[in-house]
């Protein structure tokens, strides 16, 4: 008999069911920061990908803003080949680790899945985070060949995820690429609003290394609008191209009676004190945070649940107040399963209306409408409606988590950069060009609050046409937007080529 193992048909492999993410249990893990899900082991990564059915016309690839070969790495992984299942997923993704963990895989890569159709999708999520895990605890090799050096200089505004996959793509380019960041580190929200037991710092912290190591510098407690600005950077400072990566970071207010009250925090300002500002260890840290034991979260998309989560950590009591049902919160399935798992309370139809204070304006007490869906509009969409009840609920802490606009710093220092009325940055669709010759624009900038991997996907696609405005190819019939009512970019699949 043959010892060569056995090739699975592709109706073996549609009948094999998903290795689920070992999880930490949940009464220990709201006991401490650590990561919540343990990892594959390499058995079950090996059997996970053998579910791929290694389609002809991978649907996959499509639905990843990055366009990371699938398949190929799936097949690799199948084969326990996982340092060149790594190599392949680096060709096209420069923050796997971080992808495998935060990517709302279930909307876009696992949602075609064609495995999917039948059964459950092939958890192409886990399998990401799997083999880049192993690249980083093997320490195998991530630099990637630099082109010769182009003499020309990029300077890239903001550290996260689109700012440093630009730096990454250009210095791959043979480009002098400089990033300039706000705050004290790098990372963006990967590091100041993503909670820990979702993304381990020691893993930003890797890649933040690995641009250094591919000498990129990294330039902090730089504003830029503030001490240098665009006309600054691209005159007496001598860059040849400018790319504005600075996200979404100003907080949608409620504007309901109490929102000014002491104890409530928007979701950006709660969670930047903790995990940048390591307010959750005053007074070891200077940072105070107000962290009652009754908690409510107002919104119910993947920041609420992050609020939620954190909160409980701290020792409070956490409750979730959204105006819709179970069905229409915005947040990742896991997210959701994950909170509820973590005895959050939801109170699903209940929108907000008052915080109530006491004699020293400390927030007591939240009233809310109890909502009710309306039938389906035109769209489909069930409107909620107010019913007429409301309740009280005692609270001694609020976070409201209602999105974020595109932070307005660099616009402002700089009549020329167009925006619309939301203040989101206007670009070129194709090209990622902004009104300003030799300034390009991705992630939450142009978009408003996004994902990781689509600020990314953004990013590549501007580093691709900074290197050629930067070395004289770049010639293109521009499209910015000059209506003010114009949408940020709307992602429809990757990018499409560019008409010169
Ligand atoms: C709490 C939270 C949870 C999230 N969870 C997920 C998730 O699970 N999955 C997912 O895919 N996405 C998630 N997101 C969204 C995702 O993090 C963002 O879409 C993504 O980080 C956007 O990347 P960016 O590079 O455009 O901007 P950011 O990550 O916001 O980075 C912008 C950087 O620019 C800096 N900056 C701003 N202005 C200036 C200036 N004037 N000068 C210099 N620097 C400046 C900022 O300090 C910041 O570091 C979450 C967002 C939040 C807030």
Known sequence: MSGEKKELSAKERMAKPRNEMPLHKAAKRILNMDEVPVGYSLKQAMDEASRCIQCKKPVCIGGCPVGIDIPKFLKLVEEGDVKAAASKIRETNFLPAACGRVCPQD??????????????????????????????ENNLPRIPEIAP??????????????????AYELR?????VIVFEAFHRGGGVMVYGIPRFRLPLEIIDEDLKLLEDMGVALCYDMIIGKILTLDDLLGKEGFDAIFIGTGAGLPKMLGIPGENLNGVYSANEYLTRIYMMHADKFPEYTTPLYQGKKMGVIGAGNTAMDVLRTGKRLGAKTTCY???SREEAPARTEELEHAEQEFIDFKWLSNPIEFIGDENNFVRAIKCDVMELSDPDESGRRKPVPTGDTFIDEVDTVVFSLGCDVNPIVPDSSKELRVNKWGIVMVDETTCHTSIPGVFAGGDSITGGSTVIMAMGHAKNAAKYMHEYMTGKFEYELNVPTDPESPGIQWTGRFSKAKR
Not at 113 to 134: M, T, W
Not at 149 to 166: E, F, Q, V, Y
Request: net charge positive; aromatic share 6%; with cysteine.
């Open 172 to 176: 791959k380019r043979g480009h002098d």
């Open 322 to 324: 959204y105006r819709r």
């Open 149 to 166: 050096s182009t003499g020309k200089k990029a300077a890239i505004i903001g550290s996260g995820p689109s700012g440093l996959t630009c």
């Open 107 to 136: 909307k876009q890569c696992e949602a075609v899945c064609i495995v999917g159709k039948k059964n459950d999708p092939v958890g192409i999520g886990n399998l990401e985070r799997f083999v880049a895990d192993y690249e980083r």
